[in-house]
């Protein structure tokens, strides 16, 4: 069902989540879409020059969303326990509040073309190489035992990005209890043991 006080922009954005999310970005017509979003088809043309458009603009949306609260984390916690708990935090809350917008970006890349992938595939490198400079300024303080960063930070992204596949919103945990867990698993592995900080001091 489409709220009455959506705009027709959004009403078609809307609909083309749900279809991309349920049966791929090539199997869902604009036809569909524009039925779902209780327009004409063609009517989607005077609001997006192509479907292609649309893929975009879910995708832009949602890492430039992601990007901008990770430079924010960064800007304002000089402490690497708290950027990377805020980090972990703004991934599954994303995550977790956009499913079908991020099932989207990881699963349909493939079917950018040209300077569109290189566009969004490019916002998702701007986020590994935050996360990469939170992990490495923390190894550097000696607060994140040394490591590989690329690694870690895969590790990380791949591990928040799957609590979207199994979170209910009406489950045993809420998303707080959630990211409490991850931030404990992901923060113990890093974090230097204090005997081993003691000699690394000496």
């Known amino acids: 069902m489409q709220p009455e006080n959506r705009s027709a922009r959004e009403k078609i954005l809307h ?4 279809l991309f999310a349920e049966y791929g970005y090539h199997a869902a017509p604009l036809r569909d879409i524009a039925r779902i979003a209780g327009i004409q088809a063609a009517s989607i043309y005077y609001h ?38 805020a980090a972990i935090a703004n991934h599954i809350r994303l995550h977790t509040s956009y499913k079908a917008e991020f099932f989207i970006i990881d699963t349909e890349i493939r079917a950018l073309e040209g300077e569109n992938r290189t566009r969004i595939i ?11 400079e939170l992990l490495r300024d923390g190894m550097e303080r000696g607060v994140f035992r040394q490591s590989d960063v690329k ?13 979207a596949t199994w979170f209910r919103p009406n489950g045993r945990l809420s ?28």
């Open 15 to 18: 609909s083309a989540v749900q």
């Open 48 to 85: 997006y020059a192509s479907k292609q458009a649309l893929l975009i603009e879910i995708m832009e949306t949602h890492m430039q969303r992601l990007n901008a609260n990770l430079e924010r984390i960064l800007r304002e916690h000089d402490d690497p326990q708290r950027c990377l708990r």
């Open 151 to 163: 690694v870690t930070s895969y590790a990380i992204i791949a591990m928040c990005t799957e609590v």
């Open 122 to 132: 490019s916002l998702r490198d701007r986020y590994e190489s935050l996360l990469q």
């Open 175 to 202: 998303v707080q209890q959630v990211i409490d867990i991850y931030t404990q698993m992901i923060t113990q592995g890093l974090l230097i043991a204090p005997k081993t900080a003691e000699k690394q001091g000496e």
